[in-house]
């Protein structure tokens, strides 16, 4: 098999910052020079090419333009490599994997998003590990020569997860995300082990990249005595056209008449609103409880097991497409990239 060709893509983010030995700040160094502090990866047999989005930025900075710019990045490069990680700061990491997921499908290529909880010129940097095997697995193929992971995945702490399915848990810790409803798609030892039952095949024929998402969502997270009134402006269809509610358990929300007039009044005008569990794990199961009934009435679309963030671009996605209403909503209850269960 001819040597693979990965291409490192730099946006930003803890992974990419070292210590100023006069100062002692950190600061993002140039990824041109990453063997340098990488020397490990010249090991590979692998061609490596590294470039940085036109600004690097911390991942809470993070915008659909960036997710665009990525895009952008990857169909240029597309035919040229076998694989692609992406460097990015970890509190958005599970946002930006969600959004590539739908904006890029039809992938028979990795794409592997990874980060660090320290910076990679500290001694005890996470950022190391993170970086040779996510660019390890960008790489790998089957005996038929074709890459072994052909989706969006979040590689972090020995663990491979599917990017639509993960969320960062921890702040604080190495082993900083997970992904309950969907198990990992592969674990680093001695040897990595892939679980290929897992992981997503393509039904589709050729690469389809949509780059316009609609920054028209809002998302509404339900507590005991939320103020429901104050959040009535985002109930405003001329304003938002789809609303993500996170709800507890199961899919309930209190019997509260200010909350069931505004989603009421917002679907009967068009809008869309997706019910997804507040819980790290588990599904929605609109109807199971009398608290959740009223969703069944009024159409409140059921989010499954799906996270929020997987819900927020997958409703930014479609709206960017354009559907209507009817088939947005039919949209919604598919998997479309393993999303969901």
Known sequence: MSTPKILIIYTGGTIGMIKDQRTGELRSFNFE?????VPELERFNFELKSISISKPIDS??????????????????????????ILHGS????FT????????QGLTKPIILTGSQLPIGTIRTDGKENLITAVEIAGARDENGEAIVQEVAVY????????????????????????????ELAVAGVNIDFAKDRLFRTKSPQLTIQKKLSN?????????????????????????????L??????????????????????????????VTQCSSGSVKQGAYVTSSFFERVGVISGKDMTTEAALTKMQYLLGRGF?????????QVSMVGEMS
């Open 156 to 183: 972090f702490e020995y663990s491979l997860y599917r990017g639509n399915r993960c969320s960062k848990v921890s702040a604080n810790q190495f082993e900083a995300f997970q992904s309950p409803n969907y198990p």
């Open 97 to 104: 994997a969600s959004a590539l997921s739908f904006m890029l």
């Open 324 to 332: 209507c209403a009817t088939e947005l909503k039919n949209q919604l």
């Open 91 to 94: 509190d958005t990491m599970s």
């Open 33 to 37: 020079y990453i063997y340098d502090h």
């Open 246 to 275: 996170e709800t507890f358990g199961a899919g309930n929300a209190p019997s509260d008449s200010s909350l069931q007039g505004l989603i009421t009044h917002f679907i009967s005008a068009g809008g869309i609103v997706l019910n």
């Open 60 to 85: 809470s900075e993070i915008t659909l333009c960036h997710w665009t710019d990525l895009v952008e990045i990857i169909e240029t490069n597309y035919a040229n490599y076998n694989g692609f990680v």
């Open 216 to 244: 028209r969502v809002g998302l509404v997270k339900l507590y005991p005595g939320i103020p429901i009134e104050s959040y009535a402006q985002l109930f405003d269809y001329v304003k938002i056209k789809a609303i993500v």
